[in-house]
């Protein structure tokens, strides 16, 4: 088993910046691939960000390139995601996830099994 813990949202005014931290514990040995996604209600789970474990490899969503920056720490067993020049349609609850996998599909909830409870992110216009 893979635990998840996220930290770090909270409110911003547009334009500013957040740094999430996801904790990760247990069988890290076992994770290919980490992910962020984001939730807001009556819509499905949106794929933010993604990194591998090992070679540090990263793909974002359109909507977050150039403004969003995903990095892992081994050693210490951290995901984060820095989050600069937040909009208004940034507001979410930002989820982080584990994927043990090399699944191909990674923007799918589905290929992740394991799931923190959520750090809610909101930004005033």
């Known amino acids: 088993q893979v635990q998840l813990v996220e930290s770090g949202g909270g409110l911003v005014q547009a334009g500013g910046s957040l740094r999430l931290s996801c904790a990760v514990s247990?069988?890290?040995?076992?994770?290919?691939?980490m992910a962020w996604f984001r939730q807001t209600p009556g819509k499905e789970r949106e794929f933010v960000a993604t990194?591998?474990?090992?070679?540090?490899?990263?793909s974002y969503h359109d909507s977050v390139k150039g403004r969003f920056t995903i990095s892992r720490d081994r050693s210490n067993n951290m995901v984060y995601l820095q989050m600069d020049s937040l909009k208004a349609e940034d507001t979410a609850l930002y989820l982080c996830?584990?994927?043990?996998?090399?699944?191909?599909?990674?923007?799918?909830?589905?290929?992740?099994?394991?799931w923190g409870q959520g750090t809610q992110v909101t930004v005033s216009s």
């Open positions: 990194i591998t474990w090992s070679s540090a490899d990263t």
């Open positions: 247990g069988r890290t040995f076992s994770i290919y691939r």
């Open positions: 996830a584990a994927a043990p996998t090399r699944a191909s599909v990674f923007r799918y909830p589905g290929t992740y099994s394991y």
